[in-house]
């Protein structure tokens, strides 16, 4: 699926969409440059996972938890250096059978990016941006 975004609300609202076919057990693997929206996007699948969530990028905190329904984890690799650091996150005690998570920068860590997980490229387009979604939980 691919959605063309003008703006951060159309970006948020692609989120939010997505977000209605999740459930315990999936993980949103988000790719893209510094500033395409990858926190926009999540801040929109959090505002129907978890309303009134504080959603900000994780960049220094590598992880946020937000308490919803179903917990949601957001998480961010661009601090990551391989698998050590990402071991020392507690990223491979995520209970994620239990939980939705969401994890941008994908890239610095492709090995350890689960297999099933749904695959999110949001790139720029001119002055938006274009979000191409591997949907693989429809």
């Known amino acids: ?6 703006d951060v609300g159309q970006t948020e609202k692609a989120g939010a969409e997505l977000a209605e076919k999740l459930g315990p057990g999936d993980f ?11 926190t926009a996007f999540v801040r929109g699948a959090a505002s129907v996972l978890c309303p009134g969530a504080p959603v900000c ?46 994890c941008e920068w994908c890239e610095k860590c492709p090995e350890a990016i689960p297999d099933n997980a749904i695959k999110v490229f949001i790139t720029r387009d001119g002055d938006g941006r274009r979000i ?7």
């Open 57 to 102: 990028s994780p960049t220094y905190a590598i992880m946020n938890v937000y308490g919803g329904k179903v917990p949601v984890y957001h998480l961010d690799l661009y601090r990551i250096d391989g698998d050590d650091d990402l071991y020392s996150t507690g990223y491979y005690d995520l209970p994620v059978g239990q939980s939705i998570v969401f």
């Open 132 to 138: 191409e979604i591997a949907d693989t939980c429809a």
């Open 28 to 38: 949103v693997a988000l790719y893209g440059d510094l500033g395409a929206g990858k």
């Open 1 to 6: 699926m691919i959605i063309y975004s003008k």
